[in-house]
């Protein structure tokens, strides 16, 4: 005997089908937020927005709209990839930012080995005063052959970086030092820095020149500069410290972990070759690199 239970458990297989069907919605939403690399904050934005349109929909579709659920289910689809197209720079800004960010550093390094050629050796990480004290960085020193010989010039380079006078040139920031990352960095601030302390290239105790140095090791392994943990003014001289007891200061600062989609950290190398290094790096690696005369073969897990 078919009593009143049979038809009561069609409607629930009806309505759990339903409920599938707009599982796999939301599963599809996800997977294309993976694919278009959307970062978290892009992502929860995305969801709330569906969310707001979805919800409702199916409650009225499974209550009232249930022959039509399909026509129900492309409108919602329209709406996701309405969502999802009409801003672009949700899934292509961190990628056309990590690629901005990296030509910036090859921008730098190559205003490096610019002068290396016309000087025979490397900027020193600042200018200084005569009893060592420095006075501005070796980004004001590179300002020529970044295109920026006139800035340069209005420079007093006797005087420190916030003095009255050359404090008036910091909002005349080039581009190429601009940060470009998921971290909200002060104005006329950058992340670009370079690592400054003993046995390092930008030893402020000498001058680093690019010459013959181990083989086996090669410029190619040398790190030169990075994206700082954190961003300083572009005129200080302040940068990526190191030293043997300390080991490396703070690096990444551009692409966080907790911020990005794809975390990465720039790294310009001697030879003016560029690398990338996921956060999961060795920094005990990383601080026997950047110190040129290691003789250890150095495996650094580059991306």
Request: with cysteine; hydrophobic share 45%; charged share 15%.
């Amino acid at each position: 005997m078919n009593n009143g239970t049979k038809p009561q458990q069609i409607v629930i297989a009806k309505d759990a089908r339903y409920l599938w069907i707009g599982l796999v919605c939301w599963v599809s939403t996800v997977a294309v937020g993976f694919l278009f690399s959307l970062d978290v904050r892009s992502m929860f934005v995305v969801c709330i927005l569906i969310a707001m349109v979805l919800i409702p929909l199916v409650l009225i579709v499974m209550s009232f709209w249930k022959r039509h659920f399909f026509v129900g289910g492309a409108l919602v689809f329209i709406i996701v990839l309405f969502c999802l197209l009409l801003p672009p720079r949700l899934y292509v800004g961190e990628a056309a930012d990590r690629v901005q960010a990296a030509g910036n550093l090859r921008s730098a390094v190559i205003a490096i080995h610019n002068y290396h050629a016309d000087h025979n050796h490397l900027p020193p990480p600042a200018i200084t005063a005569p009893n060592g004290t420095p006075l501005l960085s070796w980004r004001v020193i590179i300002l020529p052959y970044l295109g920026y010989e006139a800035l340069y010039k209005e420079f007093h380079l006797n005087e420190p970086w916030d003095s009255e006078h050359n404090r008036k040139l910091i909002p005349r920031m080039p581009d190429i030092y601009k940060s470009v990352g998921k971290v909200h960095s002060p104005e006329h601030h950058t992340f670009i820095q370079v690592f400054v302390g003993p046995g390092t290239l930008f030893d402020p105790q000498r001058r680093s020149a690019l010459g013959p140095i181990t083989p086996h090791i090669g410029w190619n392994n040398i790190p030169l500069l990075a994206e700082g943990g954190h961003s300083v003014f572009w005129t200080k001289p302040e940068d990526i410290p190191f030293s043997v007891e300390k080991g490396i200061g703070p690096i990444g600062g551009q692409f966080p972990v907790d911020q990005c989609n794809y975390p990465c950290i720039h790294v310009a190398m001697a030879d003016a070759s560029l690398r990338t290094l996921r956060p999961s790096f060795n920094l005990e690696i990383l601080c026997q690199a950047i110190q040129w005369k290691s003789t250890m073969e150095l495996e650094v897990n580059w991306d």
